[in-house]
């Protein structure tokens, strides 16, 4: 039912569904920086031991599902993945060589637990384009 994950001392299932912006919302999310966004996301996980579960990115934000070990807080791991994505999106995608002052997202994010809906959860970040034409058409009509 459940996939337990171990740490030397402690048995945990701890997965967040987080929601972070570029910085002014700009819709700035397209096309090979879109792609590229992931695969930086997929990395950075993977050196701290995070699992992306899930993720879709739209052009004014991203939502992921994250499984973060005890060990590391959900601020901590944020601030991680949102500072040294920034430098590496300044560095190899955007072409700036600037050592300080690398901004690209917001300072907040929104994050919740996701519990026992995990299915749930995942597939709204997986229907994301979806939600949001629907959402579009009702406000039309």
Same mark, same amino acid.
């Given at each position: =039912?459940? #996939?337990?994950?171990?740490?030397?001392?402690?048995?945990?299932?701890?997965k967040h569904h987080v929601v972070f912006v570029p910085k002014y919302r700009k819709k700035a999310l397209y096309g090979k920086l879109r792609r590229q966004v992931g695969e930086i996301l997929h990395d950075?996980?993977?050196?701290?031991?995070?699992?992306?579960?899930?993720g879709h990115a =739209?052009? #004014?934000h991203i939502h992921v599902c994250l499984s973060i070990p005890p060990k590391y807080s959900v601020s901590q791991m944020i601030g991680f993945l949102k500072g040294k994505s920034a430098v590496?999106?300044?560095?190899?995608?955007l072409g700036h060589r600037n050592l300080t002052g690398l901004h690209f997202w917001a300072t907040g994010y929104c994050v919740s637990t996701v519990g026992l809906d995990?299915?749930?959860?995942?597939?709204?970040?997986?229907?994301?384009?979806?939600?949001?034409?629907?959402q579009l058409a009702l406000e039309i009509e």
């Open positions: =039912m459940h #996939d337990w994950r171990s740490l030397s001392h402690v048995r945990w299932d701890c950075l996980c993977k050196q701290k031991g995070v699992d992306l579960l899930e =739209m052009p #004014d590496r999106i300044h560095r190899g995608l995990e299915a749930t959860i995942r597939r709204y970040i997986r229907d994301q384009d979806r939600i949001q034409q629907n």
